[in-house]
């Protein structure tokens, strides 16, 4: 998977300058201005210069044809540059008196007088840094909202620049300025623009449509729904209460984000399987997730049909493969996206979207339901022993995997994944130097890193460790979970016969990998078990866990 | 409209013998009122009262959109019901509302320190606080007078919008009649400013020389009679390292003049390079017209406005003089004889010869960006009203830029 940012054609294209520089104006003029501008502020030069910014991906939470959804974090020190005209007030006294209550005022005579400059200011140097959500779907348009103030420096150079005075509160004035501008006209700015050049149908609805409705949309979207189990920048849990407080806009206005009518729908239907009753209400202009994304759906359908234990770790695998998935899973339904389709395949279409978590739950056999209790026990450990480790930040990401998703129709590697990734960071060698399959863990884990950023180099690096640690994991056959992995290993080349060989190699050792990891756990845990933190009992159902998860696979 | 407490503050000068208006700060005094006159913003009443000679009380409230007021509280070491007639069915309109204002007699206290003029009275003080309400903004200003040409004042303002928490002003006024200066500092910015003026012919002169003068040229004096004051004033922010400076001049006319009363300034701003002409004039008995022009050496730009102040007469009058004027009265003509010589007449002919008799003003002022200003002062019974609003004939489609109503009883 690589992704092709171009920078040049926005550039090429005159028309785009224009564009820009008209939403530019409007959006500085519509702010209340200091007393030391006395006219509007025109937008004269815009140039995005040669230099692209550099983005690094920290997470894909959703990937198709039409839909993107990732956390970036960007870098630029750039060449752009923007040129604005004004006029200013030169007296400097004139604007001391401006801000001032009259009672108190010196009252000059005409020592205030006023003298206004044309004065042109060039921002150059721009140094930004962000993390940045982005949100694309070819219905909405793009969406970009900045989780941070972006903005680290900024050079203003103006034709005051050698009156110190006039030169510092420019400087700061307009950082002030553009920081606001960043943070909630820039995304209104960038959604308005996309919509036009992809869905200009759109542009004429939100025409028609009363204003504000349109801007809530863009300025909400990615705070709509919260997550579940959010995380800041740093990766530390966020308190659901500050994560309201940071969406900013209140929660009426979440409202305008959903059709009312669909809404009552859905309630509707959801009442309808509380009771016995048949009615079914249509829900118009809604896509499915099962009939969008049709390459993947027709992936998961194939193993829905085999053993559930199969489909799981197939659809997990996928998962892994594609996302790092660590925060956000629950609001827009991407972290579920592996195991859903299955889900659809068993209930009626329509049926599917309502009913979700719930289904889910009642859907499962005994087995499953044996399942889930292993999973649960392990979900703990895997909180209780993360408690215990310091928190780097991968390590916290992590975490919230399992407190969001107890359910049983989750996905199994995405633990043992999630805890090699604490692992990384807390592990030393000399800890299992005893034991062969906890080193055969920790190495692939270390390989899993670089895997999620770049998927394709590491595709051909995985043959490597898979030669090392196929031998480390036969060498353990009583153990429970090689075992498992095996046969989790064999369904996914039986679903996906068709699926190139690198992949198959690279997921196989991801599978290889999480069964050391699993054990390297559990034998973690063991050691830390007379810690005071953690009570012996829990650790000793762990030890029962194995056998019940073998009952539950055969 | 001119508020009960600056009248009241204005009495405590005319009661301690101080002239504010021998100061560079007033120099443009008489222009600016007829020029920048306030127009009310929405409804306003307010409720005064000078309770004892020594102290008055204000309330105000208003109704911009959201309902706001003030409490004010005004105490005064010197008695001031002596000079002040502050009930306002009884108050003299010109005194409270008229822009004009001729020139007040310069206190002479040149000579040995201490030397002081009969009027003046040392060691006297006054204290103001304002509350408003919802904003908790509090306004203070005390003025003590330290000796007969010096007097210090010190105003704050305390609101949780500003830095700081609010900012405090310091002024040391001294005054000798022909020239008087001030130092002031505001904590805010660290402003320091020093202004002076400097007063020369008309009653400046030795008044033996003066004397002398007006035996011997009295048609030299019929032509022209005034003062000319002249000052300047510079401002440096110890904080923010800026500074201000402007030069300024004035002629005017003092009431000992015989002909049309005027004034004249003119002020200079070098380093902003403003150059700023006013000129006022009393054209009528009722009526003063003032214009203003402005120009900028650096930028060209330029800037006018003129401005007026009409007084109006009680509507009733013209009849009662018809009534006079017309012949016998009916019941003289059935009796065949003529009117008898009313009593009445003589003390009516005073009244109007009295000032009170205005019922009104109006102010209107326009500028170069074609927005009026309309002023309408009154009296209604015992009520002082004020009605006014701001006109911008450059959006014709909604001129009515503000709209206000001010009431005001005091007793």
């Not at chain 1, 695998?317 to 068993?346: C, E, K, M, Q, W």
């Not at chain 2, 009520?383 to 007793?411: A, C, M, N, V, Y």
Request: glycine content about 8%; some cysteine.
């Amino acid at each position: 998977m690589a992704f092709n940012f171009n920078w040049s054609p926005l550039t090429a294209d005159a028309d785009f300058y224009a564009r820009a520089r008209d939403l530019l104006t409007n959006a500085l003029n519509k702010s209340p201005k200091p007393p030391i501008i006395v006219d509007d502020i025109l937008v004269s030069e815009l140039n995005l210069g040669t230099v692209p910014p550099d983005l690094e991906i920290l997470e894909i939470g959703d990937l198709a044809e039409d839909r993107f959804r990732g956390i970036f974090k960007m870098c630029y020190t750039g060449d752009a540059f923007l040129t604005l005209k004004t006029r200013v007030q030169a007296n400097p006294l004139n604007t001391y008196l401006d801000s001032k209550p009259s009672f108190t005022s010196p009252k000059p005579l005409a020592a205030a007088s006023g003298l206004t400059i044309p004065l042109s200011i060039t921002l150059s140097e721009i140094k930004l840094s962000a993390f940045i959500i982005l949100v694309f779907s070819k219905q909405k348009g793009l969406t970009i909202v900045f989780r941070n103030d972006p903005l680290e420096s900024l050079k203003v150079s103006s034709t005051f620049d050698s009156i110190q005075f006039v030169r510092d509160y420019l400087q700061r004035t307009i950082e002030q300025q553009l920081r606001n501008l960043m943070m909630d006209e820039l995304p209104a700015i960038i959604h308005k623009l996309s919509l036009q050049l992809w869905c200009p149908d759109q542009v004429n609805k939100a025409a028609d449509a009363p204003k504000p409705e349109e801007a809530d949309e863009a300025g909400i979207d990615p705070f709509s729904s919260p997550p579940e189990d959010p995380v800041d920048s740093n990766g530390n849990p966020v308190d659901l209460n500050t994560l309201s407080e940071l969406s900013a806009n209140g929660a009426g206005e979440m409202q305008g984000l959903f059709s009312q009518k669909n809404l009552l729908r859905l309630g509707a239907l959801t009442d309808s399987h509380r009771t016995l009753s048949l009615f079914t209400p249509g829900i118009s202009d809604v896509v499915f997730r099962a009939w969008s994304g049709r390459g993947e759906g027709s992936d998961h359908l194939t193993p829905a049909i085999g053993t559930p234990s199969l489909s799981r770790t197939h659809s997990a695998i996928v998962g892994n493969s594609t996302t790092y998935t660590f925060s956000d899973t629950g609001s827009h339904a991407h972290g579920h996206l592996p195991s859903r389709p299955s889900l659809v395949s068993l209930q009626s279409a329509s049926a599917g979207m309502a009913l979700g978590v719930g289904g889910r739950a009642r859907s499962g056999r005994k087995k499953k339901t044996r399942v889930v209790n292993l999973r649960r026990k392990r979900t703990e450990s895997a909180d209780n022993s993360d408690a215990m480790t310091e928190t780097s930040a991968s390590d916290t990401l992590s975490i919230d995997v399992p407190i969001s998703e107890p359910l049983p129709a989750n996905s199994i590697p995405e633990h043992p994944e999630a805890e090699t990734m604490s692992d990384v960071g807390f592990d030393t060698k000399a800890r299992f130097v005893r034991d062969e399959k906890r080193t055969v863990g920790h190495q692939p884990s270390q390989l899993t890193t670089e895997v999620k950023f770049e998927p394709e180099e590491p595709a051909e690096a995985a043959p490597e460790p898979v030669s090392e640690t196929e031998p480390a994991l036969r060498g353990t056959p009583d153990d429970a979970k090689p075992r498992m992995f095996k046969r989790a290993n064999l369904g996914h080349e039986r679903a996906s016969a068709s699926s190139d060989t690198s992949s198959v190699i690279l997921e196989q050792a991801w599978i290889k990998k999480m069964a050391g990891e699993i054990a390297t756990r559990i034998y973690d845990e063991k050691k830390r078990g007379d810690g005071p933190a953690f009570p012996n009992q829990t650790w000793t159902e762990h030890e029962d866990a194995p056998p019940a998860y073998e009952a539950a696979a055969h | 409209m001119r508020e009960f407490m600056d009248y009241v503050h204005a009495a405590f000068y005319q009661a301690t013998g101080w002239n504010r208006d021998n100061s560079y700060a007033a120099l443009n005094q008489t222009p600016d009122a007829l020029l920048d006159f306030q127009t009310p913003r929405g409804l306003r009443l307010s409720l005064s009262s000078l309770a004892s000679p020594n102290f008055a009380t204000s309330y105000q409230v208003g109704s911009v959109g959201i309902v706001d007021g003030s409490i004010s509280y005004l105490y005064s070491t010197e008695p001031l019901n002596v000079l002040l007639m502050p009930t306002s069915e009884h108050v003299s309109l010109p005194q409270l509302l008229r822009s004009y204002r001729p020139l007040a007699p310069l206190p002479m206290r040149e000579g040995p320190p201490g030397t002081q003029t009969p009027f003046d009275k040392p060691d006297s003080s006054l204290l103001y606080g304002r509350l408003y309400l919802p904003q908790s903004l509090l306004e203070a200003l005390v003025v003590k007078r330290i000796s007969p040409a010096l007097q210090l004042q010190m105003s704050a303002v305390s609101g949780s919008h500003l830095r700081n928490g609010g900012t405090a002003v310091g002024l040391a006024q001294y005054d000798v009649g022909r020239y008087a200066l001030e130092g002031l500092y505001s904590s805010d910015g660290g402003l320091l400013g020093l202004r002076g003026i400097w007063n020369s012919g008309g009653d400046t002169t030795d008044p033996a020389t003066a004397v002398k003068e007006s035996d011997r040229g009295k048609p030299e004096r019929e032509r022209i009679y005034g003062r000319f004051s002249t000052g300047g004033e510079i401002y440096y922010g110890t904080l923010n390292k800026s500074g201000g400076v402007s030069l300024g001049t004035r002629f005017a006319t003092l009431p000992e003049h015989k002909g049309t009363p005027l004034s004249a300034t003119l002020t200079l701003n070098p380093l902003m390079g403003n150059i700023a002409a006013s000129y006022a004039i009393v054209a009528g008995k009722h009526c003063s017209l003032a214009t203003r022009m402005e120009f900028n050496v650096f930028s060209y730009e330029s800037a006018w406005a003129v401005g007026m102040e009409l007084w109006r007469k009680p509507l009733m009058r013209p009849v009662e003089e018809t009534k006079w004027i017309g012949g016998r009265s009916f019941e003289a003509k059935l009796a065949w004889r003529l009117d008898e010589p009313r009593d009445a007449l003589p003390t009516e002919e005073s009244r109007s010869g009295n000032e009170e008799e205005y019922a009104g003003v109006l102010k209107t002022r326009l500028d170069q960006n074609l927005r009026i200003g309309v002023l309408w002062e009154g009296r209604v019974k015992s009520l002082l009203f004020s009605l006014g609003s701001g006109i911008d004939l450059r959006k014709l489609d909604k001129p009515f830029r503000t709209l206000g109503l001010e009431i005001q009883f005091s007793s």
